[in-house]
């Protein structure tokens, strides 16, 4: 039995060793993977995106980052690669089903997260009260039979920023306290960034607030 697990193990290693190795290349500078990264590394291998797709995504997020900011240090973390390893690996699913299957696709994600977002308004909590009107606008937009998905990702960013303002002190305290331990020599503009992505992270795992662009169906 053990000889049959150690392919598997060894395609895993490779996995993470070749993500991070994509990743320190684009990054240009020395760093050291954190428990940050490596969870979402973990994310991306048990949601089946391959290792192309993945570094194909991080390359994107980079030229991204580098086109919205140029010369900034935006890019210290895998979890601003996110976004573009998934989308990514959407366009990858949908060119393996083909042309003529990609609109099925789309209506069963959009009624996927139709039906998140019904969930959560039924039954979200006074702490997330504040996402109530974003969530009932995404739920307008998702019953439609034409809707528009950058509109989507736009609510997506809105709800972001109102668990961002309402996340309490003792969060943020935390999680500045981590953040600042995992990146010790990160400027302290991308450690509030950081921060912050890390909070939001946070406040939507606590209170299961889903996601409202389709990415991430």
């Known amino acids: 039995m053990g000889e049959k697990k150690q392919p598997l193990q060894a395609q895993r290693g490779r996995y993470y060793q070749d993500i ?25 291998e048990a949601a089946g995106i391959p290792l192309g797709v993945a570094q194909e995504g991080i390359r994107r997020a980079y030229e991204s980052s580098r ?6 240090a935006k890019f210290s973390a895998l979890v601003f690669c996110d ?50 009107t974003v969530y009932e606008q995404a739920l307008g937009l998702l019953a439609r039979r034409r ?19 309402s996340a309490g002190g003792p969060d943020r305290e935390e999680v500045a306290r981590r ?15 950081i921060s912050a992505l890390e909070l939001v992270r946070r406040v939507r795992e606590r209170h299961a607030i889903p996601r409202l662009s389709l990415f991430y169906y």
Do not use: N
Request: with cysteine.
């Open 83 to 132: 976004r573009e390893v998934r989308r990514a690996f959407q366009e990858h699913k949908d060119r393996r089903i083909g042309r003529a299957a990609t609109p099925v696709s789309r209506a069963r994600k959009a009624a996927k997260a139709r039906a998140a977002v019904e969930a959560f308004l039924s039954g979200g909590g006074a702490d997330v009260e504040c996402l109530r």
């Open 147 to 165: 809707y528009s998905e950058p509109d989507l990702e736009k609510l997506d960013e809105e709800s972001e920023r109102l668990i961002l303002e």
């Open 20 to 44: 991070a190795a994509a990743f320190l290349r684009l990054r240009g500078a020395p760093f050291v993977l954190s428990s940050q990264d490596m969870v979402m590394i973990s994310s991306w």
């Open 179 to 193: 953040v600042r331990a995992d990146f010790p020599d990160c400027p302290s503009a991308e450690l509030a960034r």
């Open 67 to 72: 086109r919205a900011r140029p010369g900034a």
